[in-house]
């Protein structure tokens, strides 16, 4: 099979079908695009629950452990709050890397204020690199999902498409991005980017407007949409030049020859708000200082999930360039 996410068609045969016990608590099941469980607890308590693997990068694990996790639980409109990790370490891993692993979780951690409540290290033959397994979860009064968008909404990005896959070809491919051309004061914009993956306080602020919110990790802002269209049952448009990518993520990824909209993008909010309510979400995320663009807008299902300029999506999956590197 090729590296990545499962295709939707097997996901869904082989995966998602098998989802166990029926628990009437459980509100949101797993679903292609939907990015964390919503339990139902006593009262008017949600917990939204998530699970990622860190498995693109070696030397921002640490950071991106905590980040891309706690984005799921946030896009759900939802404070993420504690925190399991299982770090997987190969034979050839020294205490160096682990301490260099566990300070980057421990300031992400306390960037957010969500607490590392416990998990697993292991040295192991099952892992040629560090991976990082971590369970995200959040309790909130409310929850969004990927799934509410509704024609007439309008699409916003925050950030830059890409800035996630532009801090691993800047860490983990230094050397080759530097005998590819990149000069050092664009890998070291794009090394900063790595502090720049967190959405919670974006998707907090937009948690009551948002119709539908999304978190693109894998196959980029393009597969995000794609997805979110997709669990929506409708069609979304975008008009690619408005559609961020910072000059450092342009030249990074044409270096490796990465379509930056196709490729590992968390650090993005994807969200779909209605249009009378545009202007109330861009104050607030101009009161935050968080850069944002409005790229598009949700129309009635046609034959395509996704239009990005003339450019066509008709599934929820898209490959992503980056995991052939390594």
Known sequence: MHLGKLPPEVLQRLVLSRRGAFRDEVLVNPAVGEDAAIIRLSGDKYLAVHTDPVTGSTRLIGYLAVYVPTNDIAVRGIEPMWLSVALLLPPSAREEDVDVITRQIDE?????????????????????????????MGLGQRYVTTAGARPGDVVIMTK??????ASILATD???????RGIGADTLKKAEGLALEVSVVK???????????????????????LAEMAYASGVSIVVDRGRVVVYR??????????IDPLETLSSGVLLAAVPRDRVREA????????????????VVPPREFLLRIGEKMYTKPFVADKLFTLF
């Open 282 to 297: 861009e104050s607030r995320l101009e009161n935050l200082g968080v850069p944002y663009a409005v790229i598009g807008e």
């Open 248 to 257: 450092e993520v342009e030249a990074l990824c044409k270096a490796f020859g």
């Open 202 to 224: 974006e998707a907090l602020a937009l948690a009551d407007i948002a119709t539908a919110m999304h978190d693109p990790t894998e196959g980029g802002i393009a597969n995000g």
């Open 173 to 179: 491919f230094r050397e080759e991005a530097l005998k």
């Open 108 to 136: 992400a951690a306390k960037r957010l204020g969500v607490a590392v409540t416990g998990g697993h290290t292991e040295v192991t033959t099952a892992v040629t690199r560090p991976v990082a397994v971590v369970t995200a």
């Open 160 to 165: 830059s498409a890409g800035q996630e896959a």
